[in-house]
């Protein structure tokens, strides 16, 4: 199975799990005792309960061991920084399924007997002497497995906030936690949390609603929809494609939760009246934002700022000329290495910028890349006739000034196609 499948499977089993199908090999990721056959190790629910929290300590205490024996060993040994980023790719892998198992300890079904009883542990109930040992175990869990690692992560992110502009800093930092980033685009480093942040919330769904799949089904689709959203927009993988893929696997993920899971005779109600309340709270303070702003523009001929502000015209300028006359219009081999390190988001960018100049110049420029596909919109400033053919006309004086360009052999450049 392929890395990015498996990885879909475990960010994605809360949601279905949450179906009245389940596909069983989807178990196997959620680390339900039942499902590794602990019987033969531990009889009790509670013993492979117990069994299954002890699994990611003993790791991280086995990978400090071969830290420590192959110090005193070989003098050299284990790399530490190698070691923490191994544990922690481990601690992400299995995160998901350790906060269901950690939030399964909280979350009794009530019976129409009135009993209530553990959900992933029928047979224990909420109110015998045995469940405040799962209360105890899930409390374990919390302090060695998600909170050390969500407190890791975090500082990771903020660390490489405050390092951006130190490169070596930050190649170290990077080494250590490089699994919290190595996937998500650079201006998108912190991504990785709100991955998981995603994952925790869907686990909680079932302490919100315990009783009720319907009603947890409603939390997942949203919280689905609008992480969906937010990918759309941010764009966050290395990979371009990639966003496609999570965005197509969530909507499919959505689409069976609304059709797989089982209605109530009668449907409750009072969520959608504060969604729509929600709604036309929005609209109010959207209403009121364009408000302010026909305000601050002085009219409604005034310019509209939109948000998030657009770069200054000035500053725009002052960029322009100093990448004109920065070494990398002169040395070849500085152009080249900036090139190399551009990523697949850069190289995109690129070409969106020099295809935004070649629109706003009349496709006046020799860059080998045209204006694209967009038809052509004048600005209020070409709109009217005269700004538009004085724009025609400097930029082709500069363009065939630079095609006259007379070189080191005294010969102007393209001399006989002006001639003719």
């Known amino acids: 199975m392929s890395p990015p499948i498996l990885l879909f499977i475990c960010a994605n089993q809360s949601a279905i799990q949450n179906l009245n199908v389940t596909p069983d090999f989807v178990n196997l990721f959620t680390f339900k005792p039942t499902s590794l056959n602990l019987e033969c190790v531990q009889s009790s629910e509670l013993g492979q309960y117990l069994l299954v929290a002890l699994l990611l300590p003993a790791v991280a205490l086995l990978h400090f061991i071969f830290v420590v024996l192959s110090k005193v060993w070989t003098g050299s040994g284990m790399d530490p920084g190698n070691a923490t980023n191994s544990v922690l790719a481990i601690n992400q892998g299995v995160l998901i399924s350790f906060a269901n198992l950690i939030f399964v300890a909280f979350d009794c079904y009530t019976h129409p007997n009135g009993q209530q009883t553990l959900s992933f542990f029928p047979a224990v109930s909420c109110h015998d002497a045995d469940y405040k040992y799962f209360m105890a175990v899930a409390v374990f869990m919390i302090f060695t497995v998600l909170l050390p ?112 899971v089982t209605r109530p005779k009668k449907i409750p109600t009072h969520v959608s009246e504060r969604v729509l309340i929600i709604m036309f709270i929005t609209m109010g303070l959207y209403c009121l934002r364009i408000g302010v702003g026909i305000y601050l523009a002085k009219g409604l001929k005034g310019d509209f700022a939109p948000l998030p502000k657009p770069i200054d015209k000035k500053k725009m300028d002052v960029c322009l000329e100093a990448f004109c006359n920065s070494v990398l219009s002169s040395d070849d081999d500085a152009r080249k290495i900036i090139l190399e390190s551009f990523t697949e988001a850069d190289c995109i960018a690129f070409e969106n910028f020099f295809e935004s100049v070649q629109y706003a110049g009349l496709n006046s420029f020799d860059f080998g890349i045209d204006a694209g596909y967009r038809p052509y919109f004048p600005s209020d400033y070409l709109a009217t006739e005269d700004n538009f053919e004085n724009v025609k006309r400097c930029l082709a004086k500069n363009t065939n000034a630079e095609s006259l360009r007379v070189p080191e052999s005294g010969v102007p450049e393209n001399f006989e196609q002006s001639v003719i």
């Open 149 to 260: 690692f969500n407190a890791f992560f975090v500082y990771a992110i903020l660390a490489m906030l405050k390092y951006r502009r130190d490169q070596q800093a930050s190649m170290r930092l990077l080494g250590r936690c490089k699994i919290f980033f190595k996937r998500w685009r650079p201006e998108r480093w912190f991504w990785g949390y709100v991955f998981v942040l995603r994952q925790v919330f869907i686990s909680l769904v079932h302490l919100f609603a315990p009783n009720d799949g319907f009603v947890q089904s409603i939390f997942m689709v949203s919280i689905l929809v609008v992480y969906c959203v937010a990918t759309t927009h941010f764009q966050p993988w290395k990979l371009w494609e990639m966003n496609i893929f999570e965005t197509v696997v969530t909507l499919l993920i959505v689409l069976a939760l609304m059709f797989g």
